[in-house]
């Protein structure tokens, strides 16, 4: 039994542009219900990006999408002033992306956008939270200054 | 140390179609247009290939019916960039299951590029090839995973944009002395520090530029070289090299990349040193994959390429020359002679140790080339080239 009650057909109406497979399809039914999911192995406990349906440390095939807080520090940023059309990003102004490590897992990383109300640039190694916004293509986890931290 | 097939394997002949912004022909063209060239230069004719070691973009199904090469034993369709072709030809010769391949690369400026590329109603009608943009506009992968891990290794070490600059700076000088480069106009660092920023620590000049053109080269024995006209180029060493981790945005970081890997492994297997390099051409699809490379593949260490550049630095000639002799990427590079995806290294490697290159290019007496090819993630490799002696 799936751990969510959302169908697969609503993943596809909410995620028209997303590269959605059976590899990673639990990460945005997750999405739906603003989840932040990670594939993560139950024999071996260890988290892995991108998701995958074995394991890469211990090859098992016991693996599933598992809850993570999205807490952790930005590894890498860019500002981008050119990318994909058709998500209502303002290139112009530049769209920023953090390279995010979770707190859960050394070298576990995942990207979003970096949000701050007065639109600065990410520090390196400055810590960050989740939070959820909301774009053409549904729900997306986004990246905000840990509140920890102010 | 010096493996069985080292300098066993040799380039007997290269031509390059020539690379510009737009030279209104098709792929297959411009891929004919270079085989034809590269097998002239050889001495050899259709009859005479065994072996087609080709591209995605143009296949060699496609290419041996085009050319009218009556029979081969041996092909494959790779990936970019070059050195997967360079590479795969020479297993094939050395293994007996070829004995003359013609390997070739292509380039051709697909609409997703650029806007000009877009009004062109005949690329609309090709699609976009092998240039298929990112879909998640969060993901820090192709061009905005180089960015980042720019951004990366500039905090890191204190640097700032002036670093890739010299880059830059030093393609350009060197195109100015190419007459086939696509970018000929003089850059300075002032230039270059006010170019249009793309993906932040990159601008527009940090990437290489959309081109169209192709290169050809014809590998064959060493052996059977020596009986062609021109004087073969062996390859001496040669690697590719791959970490587990290989992903843009999972990367441990830039100490533990495919390059590192590609350069460990070949320099393994050469019995030349860095002392004995006369040319040395280096990636730079991105400008922070040829500054790398200074690093990794020994000029110096870890953040230490803006000093390097500087000390070897012709304030004259606005260009690197190391030890006041060895030129990096005298024919311009990916940033200036044009987006060639590495073949424009191999090409030059040829032409410099056929001493052949144009005046104030060519460096005197050159004997030995290191070409470094790809960058971080899933194409790293390195090869030593030297000038046949036999």
């Known amino acids: 039994m799936p751990d969510h009650p959302r169908s697969i057909d609503e993943v596809f109406d909410v995620f028209p542009n997303a590269p959605i497979t059976h590899d990673n399809l639990d990460i945005y039914l997750g999405r739906l219900e603003r989840r932040l999911l990670v594939k993560r192995c139950r024999a071996c406990d260890r988290y892995h990006e991108p998701p995958r349906s074995f394991c890469p440390d211990c090859l098992s095939g016991d693996v599933a999408a598992a809850p993570v807080s999205g807490a952790g520090r930005v590894v890498l940023f860019s500002r981008v002033h050119t990318g994909p059309a058709g998500f209502g990003i303002d290139y112009a102004a530049g769209h920023p992306i953090a390279v995010v490590e979770l707190r859960e897992q050394p070298g576990l990383r995942l990207s979003g956008q970096f949000v701050t109300p007065d639109g600065r640039d990410a520090r390196l190694d400055e810590r960050v939270e989740l939070v959820w916004i909301d774009r053409a293509d549904g729900p997306t986890p986004a990246f905000v200054p840990s509140s920890e931290e102010v | ?390």
């Open chain 2, 1 to 390: 140390m010096a493996q069985p097939i080292s300098d066993q394997i040799a380039i007997a002949g290269v031509f390059s179609a020539p690379y510009t912004r737009s030279r209104g022909m098709t792929a297959l063209a411009m891929v004919t247009e270079a085989c034809v060239g590269a097998l002239r230069d050889a001495g050899l004719g259709p009859c005479d290939v065994d072996g087609l070691s080709g591209s995605q973009l143009v296949h060699s199904n496609t290419l041996q019916a085009a050319l009218g090469v009556p029979e081969i034993t041996w092909w494959c369709n790779q990936r970019i960039p070059v050195y997967h072709q360079l590479f795969e030809a020479m297993y094939a010769v050395w293994s007996g299951a070829a004995t003359t391949v013609l390997v070739y690369h292509v380039t051709y400026r697909a609409p997703g590029v650029s806007r000009s590329a877009a009004a062109d109603p005949f690329r609309r009608r090709f699609g976009l090839g092998t240039n298929v943009p990112n879909a998640n506009p969060d993901a820090a992968v192709n061009a905005v995973g180089y960015a980042t891990w720019a951004g990366r290794y500039l905090h890191d070490y204190g640097l700032d944009r002036t670093t890739f600059g010299m880059v830059a700076v030093n393609g350009r000088s060197n195109a100015l002395l190419n007459e086939h480069a696509a970018m000929r106009e003089p850059l300075t660092m002032d230039d270059y520090l006010a170019a249009r920023m793309l993906r932040e620590p990159l601008t527009m000049l940090d990437m290489d530029l959309p081109v169209d053109g192709a290169d050809a080269f014809v590998v064959t024995s060493t052996e059977r070289a020596r009986d062609l006209p021109r004087r073969p180029v062996t390859i001496h060493a040669a690697s590719m090299g791959q970490a587990r981790v290989n992903n843009e945005e999972q990367l441990v970081d830039l100490d533990h990349t495919g390059q590192q890997i590609a350069a460990a492994a070949m320099w393994s297997r050469s019995d030349a040193t860095l002392r004995d390099i006369d040319v040395f051409l280096p990636y730079d699809g991105f400008s922070i994959i040829e500054t790398r490379w200074f690093e990794v593949i020994g000029y110096c260490g870890p953040g230490e390429a803006y000093d390097f550049m500087k000390h070897h630095w012709n304030t004259e000639r606005e260009r690197i020359e190391i030890d006041g002799r060895v030129l990096v990427n005298p024919h311009g590079g990916s940033l200036a002679d044009g987006g060639t995806q590495g073949s424009g290294h191999f090409r030059e490697a040829v032409l410099q140790l056929r001493g052949e290159a144009s005046e104030g290019r060519q460096v005197p007496g050159a004997t030995t080339a290191l070409v470094t090819s790809g960058g971080f993630f899933f194409n790293s490799a390195a090869a030593v080239l030297r000038a046949d002696e036999g």
